[in-house]
């Protein structure tokens, strides 16, 4: 099947902090790709869909200029979580559309973010 | 606002017996569901699907059935075995969105 490659696996910043989460499609080109976020024992929620070469879209209550996506090529989109505190701390999972298949995802392996 | 709901937070299963996770949607219109699977630490993988045009599907071990009338799914899991053990999501494609939305879980415990 398709590869979804997410890094880094796990980051542990500082607050005030940004990182940045990058997600590739090794193996297909993906014109969309969306980010969740999870928190323990919790289901995904999504944040926002990224569309290559255009403005991402945020679900609602997710703060656009907090979370930075950019989406500049079909197998590369990535996260940025800007000025990190302690409660961004979750697990951020990005997953990727294949062109013309929005609904048939693919997900990349997670990236636990710790802000101390 | 839009949801997929499951029942069952934890189920239990003995090693070998069959496993039945459900789970309920809210939005009648959805045209295509998911079940994926979710090990600690790790992203979702797809385990099966379905559209609303069918009532059944049958993969390796595993069936998902839809009952639209209830709206209703179920993730049926033959022989499950100790590798089983994980969280199941169901997801749903609401309409006219090119998005994925997930469902509350399952966490399925296997006993020995």
């Known amino acids: 099947g398709a590869v979804v490659s997410q890094h880094p696996s796990r980051v542990i910043c500082k607050s005030g902090t940004s990182v940045k989460i990058e997600c590739r499609s090794l193996d297909f080109q993906a014109t969309t790709m969306f980010w969740y976020r999870q928190f323990p024992k919790q289901s995904l929620m999504l944040m926002a869909t990224?569309?290559?070469?255009?403005?991402?879209?945020?679900e609602q209550g997710v703060e656009k200029d907090k979370f930075l996506i950019n989406h500049a090529s079909l197998t590369l989109s990535t996260l940025t979580v800007t000025s990190a505190h302690p409660e961004d701390s979750s697990f951020y999972i990005c997953?990727?559309?294949?062109?013309?298949?929005?609904?048939?995802?693919?997900f990349g392996s997670g990236t636990q973010l710790s802000v101390l | 606002g839009e949801s997929v709901g499951l029942h069952l937070p934890t189920l239990s299963v003995q090693e070998g017996d069959n496993s039945i996770i459900n789970c309920a949607y809210s939005n009648s219109a959805s045209d295509y569901f998911i079940w994926y699977k979710q090990e600690s630490g790790k992203g979702p993988q797809f385990i099966i699907d379905i559209r609303s045009n069918m009532d059944k599907r049958q993969g390796q071990r595993v069936t998902v059935l839809l009952n639209k009338t209830v709206k209703h799914l179920s993730l049926q899991i033959a022989a499950t075995q100790p590798g089983d053990s994980a969280v199941y999501f169901c997801a749903e494609n609401p309409p006219r969105a090119s998005k994925i939305i997930f469902g509350s879980g399952t966490r399925l415990s296997i006993r020995p």
């Open positions: 997953s990727a559309a294949q062109l013309g298949r929005n609904e048939k995802l693919f």
């Open positions: 990224s569309n290559e070469g255009s403005k991402a879209t945020y």
